[in-house]
């Protein structure tokens, strides 16, 4: 097939690449030969941040490796819609067992091709939250220990949305599932410890623990990239906007996601080996209320009159995180 | 050649001549010597080339065997009792995917109360999974068991599990002929799977399957299993070319021609029923025994025919279907063509109770005289569950009750057997 180079025009966002890099600083979304892993067709909300989120990386990971990418995924909304069979969207050879357990089948599928000698094969395992953070964080854990030749990336939607929106230890304070409502003096999700993987991941202090949004194509690629070039267990955790269990319009997904990054409410680094040695500096701190507002999820914290004293609360973590990740400082932590 | 070794190191021998590629251990007595013997092989390279993955659950253990197995590789675990109930989702996971997992199953109770010693409960639990089901009667047949195993899985592309009793046969010394490579080469082919993850024929494994399909796919499973009762004493010829001995098939007849009463059991007890059965017949009485290797699929029809000319049956087992009575004898009495009430079912031996020839023969002799109840537990204390039912009736807040039989009972330890 002849090859020929496609001009994309700028529309504001860098989610297409932008035709003003040269080419090898584009991304694989903008090449006309990535490789559409994630392929259309499968049954996704409109708006899915998952869906977008899963064709980045794992686009990205079949270019890191040249095509040689075996996937292991959870029970979770990605399954589901992926594979209404007779019909697959997945392109590459994929298999799902159970909820709990992407991380161990994809050890499995790691060590057969070990053994097989297929050194060049590479293993992903993914999930949702409630399949990374609640019921599969045993085996994960356990890949994670054992430093199993495994990227597990978690597409972090904050719940259980396949299952119709309940709570998951990834729910945001004050947020609204269908089981924690806003009712009462502490209206949704409760102010609890969290949970928080990607720190999680990096106690384990497995080679490679990076955070991303779908907001930042190029980010994301870069560090699905980056998260091949080890060996052992990486962990990649993608905050991904879920309309349907956010209450926000399909549209706003890249941008509730960027709100996310700019609030400090979700941090955006990268570290090895328990050392983070990259931060996405925030560019410009917005107020948690910016993320906050436009989610129904959160509506009840702006009627009337407003629950001033929950969003403070909501600032505080977003403050905490960017004093802990140094999200404005002026030098990177760079190794 | 010929060897005295431990249940658990012959099971461990065998598992070893048959290459598997992966081998995933989280121990739970009395799997661990398994395990501990083939993780030792790994290490010191005897056994070559094998991935042996300390994992960090049973759970995890049987999803590490189903990526590995996914992926092209000869995949073995073992467990017992909590241990499989803790892996049971993967368990039905493995045979819907169709995938050829050959464990190993040290049969032992399941608590509460905890228990770690030998009964049926563990495996039988698992009877409806869509696992072939495997039971030894000796340690010789374990370790043969094991090697058809692999070859069963792979030619049907189903798991299967190998039942030994835990202690009794893991932990005994006993004489084993061991095979060598080169027999176990000529029996077992490589692993040819029917479904692999390959990136060069990308394929998807484990879809959404609705109304429109499940029942079908359901319904392969049980060809699937029917299929096996075909293969298994198809190949015990094969088996004693290369082997030179019998060994496999679904049932084992013991001295029934012109027997009246047929006592049916599996595993390690079959010993024992054999040798109370020889003196009962010395005695004149016309007593035999259908010993059971394959539980599941059910072999009704070499059932049926065993127990053909046979006017009661005595159904020995070690597992208990609470609120109804016995497992095995339900199975039993679909299969048998007299009627359903001339199947006695016997609970015995659970939480590792021996069974003795003396309570046999009683058991047995009141079978033959026509006074033996329809369900019976063997050797059970009746005043003991007598004063805990009584405290019962007096005190509302009466207690644990294993706690109360075990107060009641006094030093337990005098009393085991």
Known sequence: MTYQPIRFYQTGTFTVGNRLLPDEQRSVQANMRRTNSLNSGHRACQGCGEALGARYAIDAAMEATHSQLVAANATGCLEVFSTPYPETSWQIPWIHSLFGNAAAVATGIAAAMRIKGRHDVRVVAQGGDGGTTDIGFGCLSGMFERNDDVLYICYDNGGYMNTGVQRSSATPPAARTNTTMPLGQSPGNRFDQGKYLPALAMAHEIPYVATATVAELHDLEAKVRRAMEFHGARYIHILVPCPLGWGHASAETIKIARLAKETGLFPVFEAEGSRVTHVSRIKRKLPVEEYLRPQQRFAHLFKDPPRRDVIDRIQQLADRNILRYRLQDDVERRA | ?417
């Open chain 2, 1 to 417: 050649m010929l060897k005295q070794a431990e249940g658990s190191a012959a099971v461990a021998e065998a598992v070893a001549l048959c290459r598997p590629e992966v081998i995933c251990a989280y121990p739970i007595s009395p799997q661990t010597h398994i395990v501990e013997a083939l993780g030792r092989m790994v290490t010191t390279g005897k056994l070559a080339p094998c991935e042996f993955i300390n994992v960090e659950s049973e759970f995890a253990a049987m999803s590490v065997a189903i990526g590995a197995s996914a992926a092209g590789a000869r995949a073995y675990t073992a467990t017992a009792s909590q241990g499989l109930l803790f892996m049971a989702e993967a368990v039905y996971n493995a045979a819907g995917l169709g995938l050829p997992i050959v464990m190993t199953v040290a049969n032992r109770a399941i608590g509460a109360p905890i228990n770690i010693w030998n009964d049926h409960t563990d495996a039988l639990s698992q009877r409806d999974c869509g696992w072939i089901q495997l039971f030894a009667e000796d340690n010789q047949e374990a370790l043969d068991l094991h090697i058809q195993a692999f070859r069963l899985a792979e030619e049907l592309s189903l798991p299967v599990m190998v039942c030994m009793d835990g202690y009794i046969l893991t932990h005994a010394y006993e004489r084993v002929d061991l095979p060598a490579q080169e027999q176990v080469d000529a029996y077992l082919p490589p692993y040819d799977p029917r479904q692999v993850l390959d990136p060069a024929n990308p394929i998807s494994i484990g879809a959404m399957v609705g109304p429109e399909a499940f029942m079908e796919v359901r319904y392969l499973a049980h060809v699937k299993q029917q299929q096996a009762l075909e293969l298994m004493p198809s190949w015990t010829g094969e088996f004693k070319r290369i082997f030179g001995r019998e060994s496999g098939g679904l049932t084992h007849s013991y001295r029934t021609e012109d027997a009246d009463t047929v006592v049916v059991a599996l595993g390690s007890v079959l010993g024992t029923v054999k040798d109370t059965v020889d003196e009962m017949r010395e005695q004149g009485v016309k007593i035999g025994v259908l010993g059971i290797t394959c539980f599941r699929p059910w072999p009704t029809a070499a059932v049926r025919s065993a127990l053909a000319a046979a006017k009661r049956v005595v159904v020995l087992e070690k597992s208990l279907a609470v609120g109804l009575g016995g497992i095995v004898s339900n199975n039993v009495a679909a299969a048998y063509a007299g009627t359903p009430d001339l199947v006695h079912t016997v609970v015995a031996g659970l939480g590792g109770r021996a069974i003795t020839r003396r309570s046999l023969h009683k058991v047995f002799g009141d079978a033959v005289a026509g006074r033996l109840d329809p369900v019976t537990f063997l050797d059970l204390d009746h005043a003991v569950v007598g004063r805990v039912l009584a405290r019962e009736r007096e005190l509302r807040r009466s207690g644990p009750i294993a706690e109360n039989v075990l107060r009641d009972l006094g030093a337990v330890a005098t009393k085991v057997g």
